[in-house]
């Protein structure tokens, strides 16, 4: 059976247990937590994932998703 956007999925991300929709993207992901895609890496199960696929990678349940956001400052 597909994964649709009703049902839910637990993924691990930071370290921590988060909830979303099954077939969540990782561009959304990134706007659901109100991120900068261009102001952010991200690395699933430990493979960088390049920003030019974040409209396009899919997070399946289970993942270890690590974000990092870089922040400017002096």
């Known amino acids: 059976m597909p994964e649709t956007a009703t049902t839910s999925i637990t993924i691990v991300l930071n370290g921590e247990p988060y909830a979303l929709g099954a077939g969540t993207r990782v561009a959304e992901l990134i706007g659901t937590l109100k991120m900068k895609p261009s102001r952010v890496a991200v690395e699933i199960n430990r493979e960088v994932v ?4 974040y409209a396009e990678t899919i997070v399946r349940a289970g993942d270890q998703v690590e974000i990092i956001n870089f922040v400017g400052g002096g």
């Open 50 to 53: 390049a920003k030019a696929k």
